[in-house]
């Protein structure tokens, strides 16, 4: 597996990133990783010659900033690492990518290249969060903040997908987020996204609308939503668990004394199990080829992390079976 690492992108680049890079190849003996950026900046971050084995670097002299407007910062900058990365996939010198950069120009840049799978409307970022069950994919949080009915649809396929076969989830639900568990309830896309699981044939998976306290309870395997509402949702989910975190740190385990290392112990390995760099990045679903979006806080243990999940994705064939699936089963007509 050869994929394209975006060596600029994210808050502390090229730092962390290139060390993810790193021990990304030491622990996949099959993964090639090729360094988008900067050489400068890059080289005297890898070691020495003869240990840098399956350690690429495709020079380019540009970086699109965090607050830069998408679009702008792709025309502006023909040569940036987002757009040099979408070019190597585009010619199929890579099998995927991964940056932690500017999310919309990450997103833009596949839509300037059409790289949509064919019966993919449009792709969708999904993020995996953790529950009492176990994962739960979480989509579109942020690709497509106009959805329609058909787009979610595709989203609960999709997400269902990555489910089975990446998270190992052996038979995903897919839930619809809503207001409310009735049927009638929530805005026109709700209902009529509703309709379209309710008249598919996927409904034995659709187990109907989810609410948002849901989620963290395992009542779905992949829940479906906007792009604005997932955003919301993803955003607030990492800053409740922030501040549950630190109130556990600094009220329960502080006043403890005999107990107080084995305590510490287990809180650091509670927040590293549910930490968002467990799963190293989000998945922009209905991509030609495997694309993972990371936080831009993102660590070289995320890095390293989204890198293998990259490899697992082209590895597994996903986007194949996505073809396959969405082709099999059309979203049907909705009244009116």
């Given at each position: 597996m050869r994929i394209a690492l975006d060596a600029m992108g994210g808050d502390h680049a090229p730092g962390p990133i290139v060390a993810g890079a790193v021990q990304a190849v030491q622990a996949e003996q099959e993964l090639t990783v090729v360094l988008v950026g900067d050489q400068a900046q890059i080289e005297p971050l890898l070691p020495p010659l003869e240990q840098r084995q399956r350690l690429e670097i495709f020079h380019c002299t540009q970086v699109i900033t965090m607050d830069e407007k998408p679009v702008e910062g792709l025309r502006?900058?023909?040569?940036?690492?987002?757009k040099?990365?979408?070019?190597?996939?585009?010619?199929?010198?890579?099998?995927?990518?991964?940056?932690a950069g500017n999310t919309g120009a990450?997103?833009?840049g596949g839509h300037f290249l059409k790289r949509?799978?064919?019966?993919?409307?449009?792709p969708g970022i999904a993020a995996v969060l953790p529950t009492e069950r176990g994962p739960c994919v979480l989509l579109d949080v942020g690709a497509n903040i106009h959805a329609k009915p058909e787009h979610l649809y595709q989203y609960g396929l999709m997400g269902a997908i990555y489910a089975r076969h990446i998270l190992q989830v052996e038979q995903p639900r897919i839930g619809l987020m809503n207001v409310g568990e009735e049927e009638a309830k929530g805005h026109d896309l709700a209902r009529d996204t509703h309709q379209l699981f309710d008249r598919s044939g996927i409904r034995d998976r659709f187990i109907g609308n989810v609410e948002?306290?849901?989620?963290?309870?395992?009542?779905a395997d992949v829940v479906v939503c906007d792009g604005f509402v997932g955003n919301v949702v993803l955003k607030y989910s990492e800053g409740v668990f922030e501040f549950l975190m630190k109130i556990v740190h600094n009220?329960?385990?502080?006043?403890?004394?005999s107990e107080r290392d084995k305590a510490e112990q287990v809180w650091r390995e509670l927040a590293l199990r549910y930490d968002y760099s467990t799963y190293g990045g989000a998945p922009l679903l209905g991509i030609d080829g495997a694309c993972i979006i990371c936080h831009g806080?993102?660590?070289?243990?995320?890095?390293?992390?989204?890198?293998?999940?990259a490899?697992?994705?082209?590895?597994?064939?996903?986007?194949?079976?996505?073809v396959q699936e969405l082709t099999a089963n059309p979203p049907p007509t909705v009244d009116g």
């Open positions: 502006r900058k023909p040569d940036n690492s987002i040099r990365s979408w070019e190597l996939l585009a010619s199929h010198k890579v099998d995927g990518l991964v940056s990450m997103v833009a949509f799978l064919p019966p993919v409307l449009r948002g306290r849901d989620i963290h309870k395992g009542t009220e329960l385990l502080a006043p403890l004394s806080s993102s660590g070289e243990r995320a890095i390293k992390n989204a890198l293998l999940v490899a697992r994705y082209a590895r597994a064939h996903l986007n194949d079976i996505i």
